[in-house]
């Protein structure tokens, strides 16, 4: 996760100007992070700020926001409980449009 903004986090590797404040913060409540939204424009080594669970969540919001034709994730909910792996995968996946999603998964309740 690069240092700087959240946005440019978010974001990476695209431009933060592709996308408004406000479609970045429908997609942070999205993946339950919308206690971010004040704090989009606040410099910081993210890797560092967020819980592993909160990096998950914005490699979620990526995938909304980039919506690439094809998603492999490979454990990708292995540091969110069960309530956000419920929400991000299950609500918000099947709202992703046209595109592939491969699934890997070794914890039972994400199966």
Same mark, same amino acid.
């Given at each position: 996760? /690069? +240092? !700087?903004t959240l946005k440019e986090a978010i #974001?990476? /590797?695209?431009? /933060?100007?592709? +996308?408004?404040?406000?479609?970045?913060?429908?997609? *942070?409540?999205? +993946? &339950?992070?919308?206690?971010?939204?004040?704090? #989009?424009?606040?410099?910081?080594? $993210?890797?560092?700020? *967020?819980?592993? !669970?909160e990096q998950q969540r914005v490699a979620?919001?990526?995938?909304?926001?980039?919506?690439?034709? $094809?998603?492999?994730?490979?454990?990708?909910?292995?540091?969110? &409980?069960?309530?956000?792996?419920e929400i991000i995968l299950v609500q918000?996946?099947?709202?992703? !449009? /046209?595109?592939?999603?491969?699934? *890997?998964?070794?914890?039972?309740?994400?199966?």
């Amino acid at each position: 996760m /690069p +240092v !700087g903004t959240l946005k440019e986090a978010i #974001l990476f /590797p695209n431009d /933060p100007k592709s +996308v408004s404040d406000e479609e970045l913060t429908k997609v *942070l409540q999205m +993946v &339950d992070m919308e206690k971010f939204k004040d704090r #989009l424009n606040d410099v910081s080594a $993210w890797s560092q700020q *967020l819980s592993p !669970g909160e990096q998950q969540r914005v490699a979620f919001a990526r995938i909304m926001l980039q919506k690439p034709d $094809w998603v492999f994730l490979d454990e990708s909910t292995s540091a969110l &409980d069960l309530k956000n792996d419920e929400i991000i995968l299950v609500q918000e996946c099947s709202n992703f !449009g /046209p595109h592939r999603i491969q699934l *890997l998964a070794t914890q039972l309740y994400t199966l």
